[in-house]
């Protein structure tokens, strides 16, 4: 079995005024190459963007990239002629294939604070696609909710990778089946404190597992937590 452990207080961590973010994994001027990627899990970055500030114009290509916002509102626009807002409990993906330029911009009153995760692609140079879909928190209280396959709706990336989350009281216990036994799965804590396959994490921990038989999650709190299955 391979387990990696990544404490909060370990991630790299920039502030740049308008923009507060943190990365699980090497990202702009943090690097470790210790942590590079968990699979195709590329990058995990926890970024809380101010009112009226946000990300100018840029470029991506041959990334899968998916946005989960955790609190507020954030525009997207592209060169697609996509204009689109993402609120709390949506999630955005972007297939960006041979290249796309978009902004991302925080119009609203408050701060928003949100997940940016690149994965690798399947298939390089693929015709840039982009979706986006409102999640049912209901629907993912006590039970594991999918949020990103590459397989089925609702959203669909080019990866064979599943992303999926849960909302769980405290005392609650699950599990979880891996979907492809060769793959791994990245637990990313959002909120709360829970112990996956015997390992404690606290907010904003993230835990790698390789394992091919279902892995148990107990709750010691209430809790918010996401796989990455990569």
């Known amino acids: 079995m391979e387990k990696i452990i990544h404490k909060a207080e370990t991630r790299g961590h ?6 507060n973010t943190y990365h699980t994994f090497s990202f702009a001027n943090y690097y470790d190459p210790e942590r590079m990627h968990f699979g195709n899990l590329r990058v995990i970055n926890d970024d809380t963007v101010e009112s009226h500030r946000g990300f100018g114009k840029h470029p991506h290509d041959n990334m899968e990239i998916v946005t989960i916002v955790l609190e507020g509102e954030l525009t997207h626009e592209d ?9 709390e409990n949506e999630v955005q993906v972007m297939s960006a294939g041979t290249g796309i330029f978009h902004s991302e911009f925080n119009h609203s009153e408050k ?4 997940l940016q995760v ?14 986006q879909h409102q999640f049912v928190v209901a629907e993912a209280k006590g039970k594991w909710q999918t ?19 849960i909302f769980l009281e405290k ?3 699950v599990s979880y089946y891996p979907n492809n036994a060769s793959y791994g799965s990245y637990f990313f804590l959002v909120e709360g404190n829970v112990r996956v396959d ?8 993230g835990l790698g597992l390789k394992v091919n ?18």
């Open 111 to 114: 701060p928003v604070s949100l």
């Open 79 to 87: 060169s697609m002629g996509h204009k689109q807002a993402i609120v």
């Open 147 to 165: 949020l990103v396959n590459g397989e089925e709706t609702p959203l669909k990336i080019n990866q064979n990778a599943k992303v999926s989350r």
């Open 198 to 205: 015997g390992v404690e994490l606290n907010r904003r921990d």
């Open 171 to 173: 005392g609650e216990d």
């Open 14 to 19: 920039q502030n740049h005024g308008w923009l």
């Open 118 to 131: 690149w994965i690798y692609p399947q298939e390089k140079n693929i015709s840039p696609t982009y979706n």
């Open 213 to 230: 038989s279902s892995m148990k999650i107990e709750a010691l709190d209430k809790s918010y937590l996401i796989n990455f299955e990569v």
